[in-house]
């Protein structure tokens, strides 16, 4: 791949790196008839309230069916959709489809929250406040009813813009979340200053795994879930992947937490379906439990 050591730096153009390059290309040229071909789906991540273990929401998480290629995850091609502006388009298509989902869900009587993940490019626009706002006022949702959540590095880009816009959609009842919180570089003093409401400490920091192994994963994750605390916002645990991780975050005091140990991303039929079942059964939004590995 590409090569940069010595006082000359230089790029090898291998056969790989052609790949790379030309998938990205394909990517960015493919993906505006995705968009109008409906090949893009929503999967699901449920939400859990660690005290009374139900399910009080769930995370969309964006899917691209490519018709050759499958599945792409969406680390992938949003990187490639933030490089030429189809991100906000794509993201406004988003937020139409999960707000009406929610209102769905509640006609159902299902009671959940619900979050969308934007990006650096979308609060950069300009246009978001509008396009979430919008969204909400088309589909009739309670504006409580939604989290936009942006990453701790995409906030730490413009922090003056940042504040602004978040305070504008709070005004509204619209919730923030800081996402993959622990796994950039920001100041506790940055984060103290942020008009937000969720704190989603990053799986690396719940798991205490790698790639940097934490020497004392139940203290790190006491004194940020106190500091969330502190600051008045909701602490969520994300990525708990073991029984063990779902009780180190709730002994050290995160109320909410999201994982596969809890539940896979899930297509919003089969979502719906399984707390509604468990409605029925136990009067509850609960997820079954999980099946043995
Ligand atoms: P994220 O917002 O932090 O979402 C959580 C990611 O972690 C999801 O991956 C989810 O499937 C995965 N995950 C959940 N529980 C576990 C677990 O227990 N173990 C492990 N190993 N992973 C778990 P996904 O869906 O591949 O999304 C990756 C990232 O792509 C998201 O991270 C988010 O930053 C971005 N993304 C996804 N959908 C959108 C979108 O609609 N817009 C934007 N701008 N970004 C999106
Ligand atoms: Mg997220
Ligand atoms: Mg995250
Ligand atoms: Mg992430």
């Given at each position: 791949?590409?090569?940069?050591?010595?006082?000359?730096?230089?790029?090898?153009?291998?056969?790989?790196?052609?790949?790379?390059?030309?998938?990205?290309?394909?990517?960015?040229?493919?993906?505006?008839?995705?968009?109008?071909?409906?090949?893009?789906?929503?999967?699901?991540?449920?939400?859990?309230?660690?005290?009374?273990?139900?399910?009080?929401?769930?995370?969309?998480?964006?899917?691209?069916?490519?018709?050759?290629?499958?599945?792409?995850?969406?680390?992938?091609?949003?990187?490639?959709?933030?490089?030429?502006?189809?991100?906000?388009?794509?993201?406004?298509?988003?937020?139409?489809?999960?707000?009406?989902?929610?209102?769905?869900?509640?006609?159902?009587?299902?009671?959940?929250?619900?979050?969308?993940?934007?990006?650096?490019?979308?609060?950069?626009?300009?246009?978001?406040?509008?396009?979430?706002?919008?969204?909400?006022?088309?589909?009739?949702?309670?504006?409580?009813?939604?989290?936009?959540?942006?990453?701790?590095?995409?906030?730490?880009?413009?922090?003056?813009?940042?504040?602004?816009?978040?305070?504008?959609?709070?005004?509204?009842?619209?919730?923030?979340?800081?996402?993959?919180?622990?796994?950039?570089?920001?100041?506790?003093?940055?984060?103290?200053?942020?008009?937000?409401?969720?704190?989603?400490?990053?799986?690396?920091?719940?798991?205490?795994?790698?790639?940097?192994?934490?020497?004392?994963?139940?203290?790190?994750?006491?004194?940020?879930?106190?500091?969330?605390?502190?600051?008045?916002?909701?602490?969520?645990?994300?990525?708990?992947?073991?029984?063990?991780?779902?009780?180190?975050?709730?002994?050290v005091g995160c109320a909410f937490a999201q994982g596969?140990?809890?539940?896979?991303?899930?297509?919003?039929?089969?979502?719906?379906?399984?707390?509604?079942?468990?409605?029925?059964?136990?009067?509850?939004?609960?997820?079954?439990?999980?099946?043995?590995?």
């Open positions: 791949a590409a090569k940069a050591s010595g006082p000359h730096r230089y790029l090898v153009f291998t056969p790989a790196l052609r790949t790379v390059l030309e998938d990205r290309w394909q990517i960015a040229s493919r993906l505006r008839e995705a968009a109008a071909n409906g090949e893009f789906a929503v999967r699901w991540q449920p939400v859990v309230d660690l005290r009374s273990g139900e399910v009080t929401g769930a995370e969309a998480l964006l899917r691209w069916n490519h018709p050759q290629r499958g599945l792409i995850p969406p680390e992938e091609f949003i990187p490639v959709a933030e490089e030429n502006g189809l991100i906000v388009p794509i993201t406004r298509w988003l937020l139409q489809v999960t707000t009406a989902q929610a209102t769905a869900w509640a006609r159902e009587g299902l009671d959940l929250a619900i979050a969308v993940n934007i990006s650096a490019v979308h609060l950069a626009s300009g246009t978001l406040v509008d396009d979430v706002l919008g969204a909400v006022g088309d589909n009739g949702l309670r504006t409580t009813g939604l989290t936009v959540e942006l990453t701790e590095t995409s906030i730490a880009r413009d922090p003056e813009q940042a504040v602004e816009q978040f305070s504008v959609l709070r005004k509204h009842g619209i919730r923030v979340a800081i996402d993959d919180f622990g796994s950039g570089y920001s100041s506790l003093s940055a984060v103290a200053s942020l008009p937000v409401d969720v704190l989603k400490v990053d799986r690396a920091l719940v798991a205490g795994a790698p790639p940097k192994r934490l020497a004392a994963p139940e203290a790190i994750l006491r004194a940020v879930s106190a500091l969330g605390s502190a600051l008045g916002l909701q602490v969520l645990a994300e990525g708990v992947e073991t029984v063990e991780q779902v009780d180190r975050a709730r002994r596969y140990q809890l539940s896979r991303p899930l297509a919003a039929e089969h979502l719906s379906g399984l707390l509604e079942d468990s409605r029925r059964r136990t009067g509850r939004q609960l997820l079954p439990p999980p099946s043995a590995p």
